[in-house]
C-alpha cells in the first residue's frame, strides 16, 4: 500500500513564500508520478493547479509553481495572498492507481 | 467553457445500488481520459477509478473490490460508475475528472455528487 505524504498544516504570513511538498513511500517521486496539485476550499470542488510536475492552467495565478525538490514533488507559492487559505492535494501516478496525499491545510495569517 | 456535471447521487441503505452520472461539455469528451474521485465527509480525496477514451484501459482503486463499475458512452459525452454492495464507508462526495490522453494527470473536475450509504 503506497502512501503519499504531505505537510498536514503549513501557515504563512501575507506576501511570504511557502513550499508544500509530495512525498511517495516508494521512493524518490519523478516527472513519470506526474505529480498534480490541487487546490480545495471549503464547500467546493477541487481545481487543478499544476500537472506534469511544472506545468499550469490558464487559470493558475503565476505565484504558483512546481517542481522536483529533494526528491519530492513540491508545490511553491510566493507573494501569498489571503484568498490561498485551502487545502492542497498532491497527486501521483503509479502505473494503473493513483493516490492522493492526505492534504496540507494552509492558513495564511 | 468546460463543464462536469455529476448526477445521481443520494440516500441508499447498505448493500443497495446506485448509478451516478457524469454530463461533459466545452471540450472533446471522446478524446478525454476520465476519473471518479471521492471524498468522505471531512476526509482527504481517494481515487476511485479510471477509464481510457476509448474505454480499453480501466483501473479500479484495490479497496473497492470490484463493488464498483466504470463506463462511459462517447456518443453522449457521459461517464458512469454502477456502485454496488454499498456500505458505509461509502458515503462521500464522488467527483468526475477528466485528463489528457497522453499523460496521468487530472485537468478539469466536476462539482460532485454526495452518494450517503445509511440505513
Known amino acids: 500500500q503506497t502512501v503519499v505524504t504531505q505537510e498536514p498544516s503549513l501557515t504563512v504570513s501575507p506576501g511570504g513564500t511557502v513550499t508544500l511538498t509530495c512525498a511517495s513511500s516508494a521512493g524518490t517521486v519523478t516527472s513519470g508520478f506526474y505529480p498534480n496539485w490541487f487546490q480545495q476550499k471549503p464547500g467546493q470542488a477541487p481545481r487543478t493547479l499544476i500537472y506534469s510536475t511544472t506545468n499550469k492552467h490558464s487559470w493558475t495565478p503565476a505565484r504558483f509553481s512546481g517542481s522536483l525538490l529533494g526528491g519530492k514533488a513540491a508545490l511553491t507559492l510566493s507573494g501569498v495572498q489571503p484568498e490561498d487559505e485551502a487545502e492542497y492535494y498532491c497527486l501521483l501516478y503509479y502505473g494503473g492507481s493513483w493516490v492522493f496525499g492526505g492534504g496540507t491545510k494552509l492558513t495564511v495569517l | 467553457e468546460v463543464q462536469l456535471v455529476e448526477s445521481g447521487g443520494g440516500l441508499v441503505q447498505p448493500g443497495g445500488s446506485l448509478r451516478l452520472s457524469c454530463a461533459a461539455s466545452g471540450f472533446t469528451f471522446s478524446s478525454y481520459s476520465m476519473y471518479w474521485v471521492r471524498q468522505a465527509p471531512g476526509r482527504g480525496l481517494e481515487w476511485v477509478s479510471y477509464i481510457s477514451s476509448t474505454s480499453t484501459t480501466i483501473y479500479y482503486a484495490d479497496s473497492l473490490k470490484g463493488r464498483f463499475t466504470i463506463s462511459r458512452d462517447n456518443a453522449k459525452n457521459s461517464l458512469f460508475l454502477q456502485m454496488n454492495s454499498l456500505r458505509a464507508e461509502d458515503t462521500a462526495i464522488y467527483y468526475c475528472?477528466?485528463?489528457?490522453?497522453?499523460?496521468?494527470?487530472?485537468?478539469?473536475w466536476g462539482q460532485g455528487t454526495l452518494v450517503t450509504v445509511s440505513s
Open positions: 475528472a477528466g485528463g489528457s490522453i497522453a499523460t496521468a494527470d487530472i485537468d478539469y
